[in-house]
Nanobody, 119 residues
Framework: QVQLAESGGGSVQAGDSLRLSCAAS????????VGWFRQAPGKEREKVAV????????YYVDSVKGRFTISRDIYKSTVYLQLNSLKPEDTAVYFC????????????WGQGTQVTVSS
């Protein structure tokens, strides 16, 4: 079983940048498809970005395209989410999650990291 731990959240101003990290232990993250999700107060959890095993194929929700970038470092068993041009509506708890390539379900989740963007 893989354990995930997010870091890098914080409180920033609109237009600022943050880089979130998702570090794995227990099993190498290179064996999993990894996604970043977020949940704002009173809202449903939203899938923000996903990266495949190779790192060459990615998905982004429309609202973050051109601003967020997901990437992976197989040697550090870490997946990153670079958040640029942050907006107040990006405020949420951000979670990383992992799934086996043959599964449709993200079965491993981190505890989350808070991102707060003020105008």
């Amino acid at each position: 079983q893989v354990q995930l731990a997010e870091s890098g959240g914080g409180s920033v101003q609109a237009g600022d940048s943050l880089r979130l990290s998702c570090a794995a232990s227990g099993r190498p993250l290179s064996s999993f498809v990894v996604g970043w999700f977020r949940q704002a107060p009173g809202k449903e959890r939203e899938k923000v970005a996903v990266i495949d095993l190779s790192g060459r194929n990615t998905y982004y929700v429309d609202s973050v395209k051109g601003r967020f970038t997901i990437s992976r470092d197989i040697y550090k068993s870490t997946v990153y989410l670079q958040l640029n041009s942050l907006k107040p509506e990006d405020t949420a708890v951000y979670f990383c999650a992992a799934r086996h390539p043959s599964s449709s379900d993200f079965g491993a989740w981190g505890q989350g990291t808070q991102v707060t963007v003020s105008s």
